[in-house]
């Protein structure tokens, strides 16, 4: 009996999904953020974790790993000496491929199929796979890029909320909200971000959406600065030659009643999700 593993390793969650060879869901798993961020030496232990919570829930033991065909799609995977690193551990699998994260999303949302991806979650990266070769745009990390991203999002908020304190904008609803949740107190404010991630950053962008379908004025200034990120992105993956596209992550949905009819009549629907692709690209027939 063959099996087939996928594992999508991005900057919120971990998941596996375990598969026989006709496709049927056997076991999945759920762990914490194991982007490439977190080292080698914590991203391991947490691959093999997340994907033995699948095998677990699939009735299976350390034996059966030997059937297993892997494939892992790991955030930040591009950062110098990860891959090799990780293709240096010993897999307990029948064979594993890794790629990045964007890539699996690609192939899941497509079938396999050429296309591109554009992924807005807790950061952003956009993804086309024409004729076998691939090419990303965005994804070099907050806060440099990650244009429209959930942390961007929240790095925006953070940005309004000090200047109005400062009074050097007009203060709305969503930026004294921002300003209450650290008890008034900038300096913990401050402190706050010299520890803060872009996964701290993202839990804000909750806040700014539902702020923006409210109204809110520093909201709505945000969210359409993002837009125009995200439109650009769309013209450009049409311009490269990709045949079609789709906007995908968590805050996909949310901003789709925000783009323009030109972009959102551009954009076709997901066919699968990484999870998907990443089975795929593990040698499951679609």
């Known amino acids: ?22 496709g049927r869901i056997l076991g999945s798993g759920q762990a914490g953020a194991a982007n490439a961020r977190i ?17 677990q829930q699939a009735g299976l033991d350390q034996n059966d790993w030997a059937s ?23 897999s307990p699998f029948a064979s ?3 790629t990045g994260d964007d890539e699996i ?20 990266i956009a993804h086309i796979r024409i004729e076998g070769k691939s090419e990303t745009l965005g994804g070099y990390g907050f806060p440099v890029s990650d244009e429209a991203s959930g942390a961007w999002l929240g790095l925006e908020l953070i940005r309004y909320s000090l200047r109005s304190f400062d009074g050097r904008i007009k203060k709305s609803l969503l930026t004294e909200k921002l300003i209450r949740h650290f008890s008034d107190n900038i300096s913990g404010l401050i402190a706050w971000m010299d520890g803060a991630n872009a996964t701290d950053y993202a839990a804000f962008a909750p806040w700014v959406m539902q702020a923006g ?41 949310p ?32």
């Not at 087939?4 to 026989?20: I, Q």
């Not at 080698?40 to 919570?53: E, G, Q, R, Y």
Request: negative net charge; proline residues 4%; aromatic residues 6%.
């Open 213 to 253: 379908e409210k109204g809110d004025p520093v909201a709505c200034s945000i969210i359409q600065r993002a837009v125009t990120y995200i439109e650009n992105f769309v013209d450009v993956i049409f311009e490269k030659g990709a045949p079609r596209c789709c906007l995908m992550g968590g805050l996909a949905e």
């Open 68 to 90: 297993i065909q892997a494939a892992f799609g790991i955030a930040g995977l591009s950062r110098p000496g990860l891959q090799q690193e990780l293709e240096a551990m010993p």
């Open 255 to 286: 901003f789709m009643p925000w783009l323009s009819d030109r972009i959102s009549d551009k954009l076709s629907p997901s066919q699968g999700d990484a999870l998907q692709g990443a089975l795929i690209l593990s040698g499951l027939s679609v």
């Open 105 to 124: 999303a690609n192939i899941g949302a497509h079938q396999g199929q050429d296309g591109a991806i554009l992924i807005v979650g807790t950061g952003s």
């Open 39 to 55: 080292g080698i030496s914590n991203l391991w232990p947490l691959l093999m974790d997340v994907s033995a919570k699948a095998c």
């Open 96 to 98: 594993l491929r890794y």
């Open 1 to 22: 009996m063959v099996y087939f593993l996928g594992v999508d390793a991005g900057g919120s969650h971990c998941r596996s999904r375990l598969t026989d060879q006709n």
